[in-house]
Nanobody, 129 residues
Framework: QVQLVESGGGSVQAGGSLRLSCAVS????????MGWFRQISDKEREGVAV???????LFADAMEGRFTISEDNAKNTLYLQMSNLKSEDTRMYFC???????????????????????WGQGTQVTVSS
């Protein structure tokens, strides 16, 4: 059973940094992509960043240069380092995983649509100006 558990959210002032973590369990190999999305409304998501099975990364335009995504294979943990945070980054952030050897571009699309894969319960990020 695949499980994703996020942590690391909190409150920060604009310009500050946060690192989100996602503990991943239940996969038997590394043939999946992982990433982060944030909730815009009850039904709308915004893809943030992905890391595919080969280690390639892709970021949404609004996050390029401010966010980095990485993983610690030994700890089965995915990270999202967020810097220069803005008030519009205030959202609930979710970790997601999609089985398959998908390229980063397709992975980001799937995670944004939310019609496949797994995701966690989310962690709240609040940025005050």
């Amino acid at each position: 059973q695949v499980q994703l558990v996020e942590s690391g959210g909190g409150s920060v002032q604009a310009g500050g940094s946060l690192r989100l973590s996602c503990a991943v369990s239940g996969f038997t190999d590394r043939n999946y992509c992982m990433g982060w999305f944030r909730q815009i409304s009850d039904k709308e998501r915004e893809g943030v960043a992905v890391l595919d099975f080969a280690g390639s990364t892709l970021f949404a335009d609004a996050m390029e240069g401010r966010f980095t995504i990485s993983e610690d294979n030994a700890k089965n943990t995915l990270y999202l380092q967020m810097s220069n945070l803005k008030s519009e980054d205030t959202r609930m952030y979710f970790c997601a995983a999609v089985p398959g050897r998908l390229p980063a571009s397709r992975c980001l699309s799937i995670i944004t649509r939310g019609d496949l894969g797994y995701w966690g319960q989310g962690t709240q990020v609040t940025v005050s100006s």
